[in-house]
């Protein structure tokens, strides 16, 4: 089983940058892909990205692509997404997320992951 802890989250202005981190235990993340998700207060849990197991394939949601870059660094088990120009909107938990499932069409839909983080507040002001 694999233990995910996310942390860098807080709170920034609008226009600042900002840099998650998803830590992973107990199993290396090598064979996982993973992806960030968020839930804004009210709101269902959206996808934001998803990065293939070699970190060679992304993908994003249109909201935040050109804007946020998901990377991960196997060698440290660790993810990472880092975020430009932020938005009131970019407002939310944003949860961490693992699956023994290849990067895929899937990807963007939050119950095809298996393992998940317990999440980090990132709240934009205006």
């Known amino acids: 089983q694999v233990q995910l802890v996310e942390s860098g989250g807080g709170l920034v202005q609008a226009g600042d940058s900002l840099t998650l981190s998803c830590a992973a235990s107990r199993r290396t993340i090598n064979n996982y892909a993973m992806a960030w998700f968020r839930q804004a207060p009210g709101k269902e849990r959206e996808f934001v990205a998803a990065i293939s197991t070699n970190g060679a394939y992304t993908r994003y949601a249109d909201s935040v692509k050109g804007r946020f870059t998901i990377s991960r660094a196997n060698a440290k088990n660790t993810m990472y997404l880092r975020m430009n120009s932020l938005k009131p909107e970019d407002t939310a938990v944003y949860y961490c997320?693992?699956?023994?499932?290849?990067?895929?069409?899937?990807?963007?839909?939050?119950?095809?992951?298996?393992?998940w983080g317990q999440g980090t507040q990132v709240t934009v002001s205006s």
């Open positions: 997320a693992a699956r023994r499932l290849p990067l895929g069409p899937t990807s963007r839909v939050s119950y095809n992951y298996d393992y």
